[in-house]
């Protein structure tokens, strides 16, 4: 089998082509990259430096161009924007990048292109989880573009594809979770508002699996929710961060609105954007609700498959990898 995968040099993406070197159903795994150097030197350090067959192809979104490649089996596709500066830049990039690369595909491959549940937007008031029925409501232009990709895609007839709308990803590589373990090694640990959020998650680990699964058994669902078990708190979040550093220190709430200021100044203070990435004024959007949680149980019944990670030890091998990088 020959497998693609955008987004080698990011936490997602090197997940599932160090999975991919070690899979003896692989034949060839296929990286489309920006830097060929910054990939291999990234697998070198997971021990993966020697990949025989790994083909590296320089490319970048959203230019894509796949027609010298030759006929693939099957396509991941995680690349795309996460923190952007523009609406243009969201689009752009995850839904006319996405188009292009899957219509420059030879060989009529199954397809699985990350979305995510910011396309469906939060939960819906009153309810304990969103569905794939309820009306998709977007409060992002992260999540639009999402959605519009989506749709776009359905629209221009791209053979087989599935889109996996994830919720938060957790797992060694994952660099959103640096600040996290950085604040956890003082005393005061803040969080935005005073109600507690609640949220759905998978590991990286579970995302793999669950893209394999649904290669092999997906059947006719053709967009998902996936999620490791359990709902977990912002409070969870921090509390296992310390629980994992060995580190104790106070929980402390602060109004949501002193936020609004710090993710507009990220737009033009270097500074800021770089510590704290994911809070743009778009994606702080975002933050404001206080609930974020997705329905699995339609992958769970149409593949069988249910994620097993638990937050302590994901968060515990995300802390491993920091500490061997050297970030803290």
């Known amino acids: 089998m020959r497998l693609l995968v955008t987004g080698a040099t990011g936490f997602i993406g090197r997940t599932l082509v160090l ?8 034949a060839e795994v296929i990286a489309p990259v920006r830097s060929e ?7 070198q350090r997971e021990g993966a430096g020697s990949a025989p067959k790994l083909t590296i192809v320089e490319a970048e979104a959203p230019h894509w161009d796949f027609r010298h490649v030759g006929p693939v089996d099957r396509v991941v596709h995680c690349a795309g924007v996460l923190f952007g500066r523009s609406r243009d830049e969201y689009f752009r990039v995850n839904v006319d990048g996405t188009l292009r690369l899957l219509a420059s595909l ?11 549940q910011s396309a469906g937007g939060p939960t819906p008031e009153g309810h304990h989880a969103k ?17 519009h990709m989506e749709r776009a895609v359905r629209e221009a007839g791209h053979g087989r594809v599935r889109f996996l709308r994830a919720p938060m990803v957790l797992g060694p ?6 600040p996290l373990f950085r604040m956890v090694r003082g005393k005061l640990w803040t969080k935005p508002g005073r109600e507690l959020k609640h949220f759905s998650w998978i590991s990286s680990g579970d995302l793999a699996d669950a893209i394999d699964v649904w290669f092999e058994r997906g059947g006719a669902l ?8 359990g709902t977990i708190t912002d409070a969870d979040l921090m509390l296992t961060a310390g629980k994992v550093s060995g580190r104790r220190g106070k929980l402390v709430s602060i109004p949501q609105i002193l936020l609004k200021p710090v993710a507009f100044a990220s737009k033009f203070i270097p500074a800021i954007g770089k510590s704290v990435p ?12 206080n609930r974020w949680v997705i329905d699995p149980d339609p992958f769970h019944e149409a593949t069988g498959w249910r994620g097993r990670a638990t ?18």
């Open 278 to 289: 994911s809070l743009t004024a778009d994606r702080a959007r975002e933050i404001w609700p």
């Open 106 to 116: 030879s060989g009529h491959p199954d397809a699985v292109v990350l979305s995510s």
């Open 173 to 178: 590589g994952d660099q959103a979770t640096l």
């Open 222 to 229: 053709d967009v998902a929710h996936v999620t490791s078990p």
């Open 19 to 26: 999975r991919a070197l070690r899979d003896e159903r692989v």
């Open 37 to 43: 150097d910054k990939l291999r030197a990234q697998l």
């Open 131 to 147: 569905k794939l029925d309820h009306p998709d409501r977007p409060i992002s232009w992260y999540g639009e573009s999402k959605l």
């Open 311 to 328: 937050l302590e030890d994901t968060l515990a091998r995300t802390l491993a990898w920091f500490q061997c990088e050297g970030l803290v």
